[in-house]
């Protein structure tokens, strides 16, 4: 019976830590509100559980492994050794990035590590737990979110950035909207005094405590006069993208940013509220201020050309793309895994991660783009217009447009 329980507290445990990364423990009152055991045989109090585990959460820096992390939380290096072989078969504890945040159970009584969680994405968070046998499981599981959707608009009156942070409207989401709308809308050069704007987005909430927000649904933009419509759409089958009010969609041959936006933005003071440190016409590429290890991709598909120093640019990636782009990606702190000259990489690929290598004042990602030779504006760029909605799902999309529409009117 004695071992029955022990095992039985043990589930309480694992159940406790799981509601934890789901939000739910928020709501369970602290007096001894009883929480099931995993096969529903045991019950546990969280009063109990509280007293029996200690959560220590850590957020990692930049220049931290995993050993280091170990050894700042006073963890013995075999069982980190131990966590790190169980973690490769899930998303590997050796690629941890900057910024993202560590949740540590340990055993209040013994102080040992018993389980951790670790933030991989926006989406997604790594687990490792002990499992009834007493050995580990890992798992990679999607991050719940309460979701609630906001409206926000605005007057420009000097800058997109600065009416949409009068406005409250997240850094996160001005961003998204000057990315999705900047194939369209020169972002850096050409927004008026009385331009305007409508934005519904998705506002999240993690353990009830706002984190940064999701996506945005819709938006309106008036441009010198001229409008702009954006809709969010995922067809039947799945493929979810960014669409204008004829059904094609706002993306072109390449992405907006060799940088995921959300990602960088996430930790901008209101100091610095978008990542362009400095734009095309100071000096023929454009920089993106990023914390050093932050992925950046390789913004369309090409072969790789070039791999190494290339003088003040310091650890450098070259891709050659279709139609005769080129684009560059300078101060890199380490190449990704299968970059190398002659490389095909995909859309959207990690060619390596942003560092301070070459002529640099601290960690950003210098990106420059190349047509026939010469440098133009990776964000000025003229494309074709982008794919249409699949003709099956015409019907369907002008619906769903329609009632975004709705909402943005009202
Ligand atoms: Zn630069």
């Not at 423990?25 to 007096?31: E, I, K, Q, S």
């Not at 209040?108 to 018993?114: A, F, G, I, M, R």
């Not at 970059?339 to 002659?342: E, H, K, M, S, T």
């Given at each position: 019976m004695q071992s029955g329980i022990k095992s039985g507290m043990f589930i309480g445990s694992v159940v406790l830590f799981s509601l934890v990364a789901s939000g739910i423990?928020?709501?369970?009152?602290?007096?001894g509100k009883e929480i099931g055991g995993g096969d529903g045989s045991e019950e546990i109090s969280a009063d109990a559980e509280e007293e029996k585990l200690r959560l220590v959460e850590y957020t990692v820096e930049d220049g931290d492994t995993w050993e280091k992390i170990m050894e700042k939380i006073g963890v013995d290096w075999n069982l980190g050794l131990e966590f790190l072989t169980i973690s490769e078969n899930a998303h590997?504890?050796?690629?941890i990035h900057a910024g993202n945040e560590f949740r540590f159970l340990f055993d209040?009584?013994?102080?040992?590590?018993?389980s951790l969680e670790y933030d991989i994405d926006d989406e997604e968070f790594l687990i490792i737990e002990k499992k009834e046998g007493g050995e580990f499981g890992v798992d990679v599981r999607e991050i719940v979110y309460d979701t609630k959707i906001v409206s926000g608009r605005g007057v420009i009156a000097s800058s997109l950035f600065e009416t949409a942070q009068e406005e409250g409207i997240p850094p996160g989401i001005t961003l998204n909207m000057a990315i999705i709308f900047g194939w369209d809308i020169d972002f850096t050069s050409s927004v008026y005094k009385g331009d305007s704007f409508t934005v519904i987005y998705e506002e999240r909430y993690r353990d009830g405590e706002p984190v940064k927000p999701g996506k945005i649904l819709t938006a309106h933009f008036v441009n010198g006069g001229k409008d702009f419509y954006t809709f969010y759409y995922e067809d039947p089958s799945g493929y979810a993208e960014y669409y204008n009010e004829e059904g094609?969609?706002?993306?072109?041959?390449?992405?907006?940013?060799?940088?995921?936006y959300i990602r960088i933005t996430s930790g901008f003071s209101y100091n610095r509220?978008?990542?362009?440190?400095?734009?095309?016409?100071?000096?023929r590429a454009i920089d993106y201020a990023a914390s050093s290890g932050t992925p950046a991709s390789a913004t369309a598909a090409g072969t790789v050309n070039y791999v190494g120093w290339k003088g003040g640019n310091g650890k450098y990636v070259g891709v050659r793309h279709a139609n005769g782009y080129r684009t560059g990606y300078a101060h890199l702190s380490s190449y990704a895994k299968g970059?190398?000259?002659?490389a095909k990489v995909k859309q959207n690929q990690v060619l390596g991660f942003v560092g301070s290598t070459?002529?640099?004042?601290?960690?950003h990602l210098h990106y420059e783009m190349l047509k026939n030779g010469a440098f133009i504006n990776p964000l000025r760029m003229d494309l074709p217009p982008g794919k249409p909605v699949e003709k099956e799902y015409f019907e369907d999309f002008y619906t769903k447009r329609d009632s975004l529409m709705e909402v943005l009117a009202k």
């Open positions: 423990f928020l709501f369970l009152d602290n007096d590997n504890l050796a690629s209040s009584k013994t102080e040992v590590l018993t094609r969609e706002m993306r072109r041959q390449f992405l907006r940013s060799p940088l995921d509220l978008h990542p362009i440190l400095n734009t095309f016409t100071t000096h970059v190398y000259v002659g070459g002529l640099s004042t601290g960690p």
